[in-house]
């Protein structure tokens, strides 16, 4: 399945992989809002990224529908997501 998102960008949303801890976390009432395609979107277009001393990758973008920066947070293999949340601490610039 493919999703048409901000920037004319065509994301494949099935891709997406997860940690155990994600798939559990998801079903908080306000974690289950987080749609995939978000997701994906924050993977291939960060705003912002971070490498955790743990190794695990930070990155961040605005989900302009929602207007709030979502962070998702990879594992060391940039690929699959240990966590996603609506970040309301991040600063822009």
């Known amino acids: 399945m493919f999703a048409r998102y901000d920037k004319s960008i065509w994301l494949d949303i099935e891709r997406v992989q997860t940690t155990q801890y994600f798939d559990y976390r998801s079903k908080r009432p306000d974690r289950a809002k987080i749609k995939k395609d978000w997701i994906r979107f924050v993977i291939e277009n960060p705003e912002k990224t971070e490498i955790q001393s743990d190794g695990r990758i ?18 060391e293999d940039g690929e699959t997501v240990h966590n996603a949340f ?8």
């Open 86 to 93: 609506f970040d309301r601490s991040y600063k822009e610039g």
């Open 58 to 75: 930070r990155k961040w973008a605005k989900i302009s529908e929602v207007g709030k920066y979502l962070r998702v947070i990879l594992l």
